[in-house]
C-alpha cells in the first residue's frame, strides 16, 4: 500500500517556484517512500522565425522552381 504524500509549504514553494515563468516545458516531480526528493525541470525554447540554413534551403528551392515554371 502506498504511503501518503508528505507535503509542506516549503514543498509547495520549490514546485511554484519551478512552475513559475515556464512558457514551454515540463516539472517532473520525483517521490520516495511518500516523500518529495527531487524536482526537475525542462525547459523549451520556440522560435518563431526559421533558421538562416531553412531560409537559404526555401530560398533555393524557390529559385529552381521559378526556373522550371518559365522554360
Excluded: C, F
Excluded at 25 to 36: A, P
Amino acid at each position: 500500500m502506498a504511503k501518503p504524500l508528505e507535503i509542506d509549504q516549503q514543498w509547495l514553494k520549490r514546485i511554484a517556484d519551478q512552475v513559475g515563468g515556464l512558457q514551454y516545458g515540463s516539472v517532473n516531480i520525483t517521490v520516495h517512500d511518500g516523500r518529495i526528493v527531487q524536482i526537475d525541470r525542462t525547459e523549451r525554447t520556440r522560435y518563431d522565425q526559421p533558421s538562416s540554413k531553412q531560409q537559404e534551403s526555401q530560398s533555393v528551392k524557390q529559385q529552381t522552381g521559378n526556373k522550371h515554371q518559365t522554360a
